[in-house]
């Protein structure tokens, strides 16, 4: 068929020839351009995971049912960067505190998961990181007696993430307690199943408060699996009408807990 270019002045033999020049040149290309390709992913998932948006893996059932054990959710790492402080009802990933994983399970990676967990395609087995929802933050006083419900500055919540059957603060009962600065209040929406702030109130480093400065970022979306894929948004009760009001007046409060 390459004869026909013969008319043209040029030896139709020759075309084919040409053809599967270029096309070694090209596979060439492509497999020095590759390890140029990957290296930019790496830099690139490296630099997402450090400074924008981070995955993790729900490692217990303390968010139920909000957040199944195994979910994956991605947490926004960009706005602490702009003087972000976490707001009541968030979802956040916060570094252990003061030991509060003493007594958590650890596994051992293989080598392909140590890579893709320094790459950020999934969360690091030696990470020290909580998730919980932010009950109160500093200047807040907040108390929970009786069972519940749980009160900030003394606005009943309304609290229909709790799992189904638990009470607002189980046996544990607290305040009330006022939020130092710079401090926030956290508990997991399975009650009676998270060693939240309440349990960590005789702590003498942190009395179960939590620093912002150890705060990763917000959960905003269950990214995996996909049946499970969810937003996290702030649930209404943390924004009915007053509940700022006495955060900023002050109040009675209990300090160091008892």
């Known amino acids: 068929m390459g004869e026909l270019d013969d008319e043209h002045g040029g030896s139709g ?4 020839n040409r053809h599967r020049a270029k096309s070694r040149v090209k596979q060439r290309s492509f497999w020095k351009g590759l390890p140029f390709a990957i290296s930019i992913s790496i830099v690139l998932a490296l630099l997402i995971k450090t400074f924008l948006v981070q995955a993790f893996s729900i490692p217990s059932d303390s968010m139920q049912n909000t957040l199944q054990r195994g979910d994956r959710v991605l947490v926004d790492k960009v706005t602490p960067w702009f003087g972000y402080t976490p707001k009541r009802g968030e979802v956040i990933v916060f570094r252990d505190p003061s030991n509060w994983l003493v007594n958590a399970p650890t596994s051992t990676p293989n080598v392909v998961q140590s890579f893709l967990s320094r790459v950020g395609l999934i969360p690091s087995s030696s990470e020290k990181d909580l998730i919980k929802r932010v009950i109160a933050i500093g200047g807040d006083t907040v108390a929970c007696r009786r069972n519940g419900p749980v009160e900030v500055n003394n606005k009943t919540l309304d609290e229909p993430y709790i799992f189904p059957g638990n009470t607002p603060c189980g046996e544990k009962s607290f305040g009330p307690l006022r939020v130092p600065p710079g401090k926030i209040w956290v508990m997991g929406d ?9 349990w960590h109130m005789n702590d003498p480093k942190t009395h179960g408060f939590v620093p912002i400065e150890n705060v990763v970022g917000r959960a905003f979306v269950v990214a995996w699996p996909v049946t499970r894929w969810a937003t996290l948004p702030i649930p209404k009760t943390f924004s009915q009408p007053g509940i700022d009001e006495q955060a900023a007046a002050g109040s009675t409060f209990v300090w160091p807990p008892s």
Request: glycine fraction near 0%.
């Open 13 to 16: 033999s020759l075309r084919p």
């Open 190 to 198: 399975h009650r009676q199943n998270s060693a939240d702030s309440r």
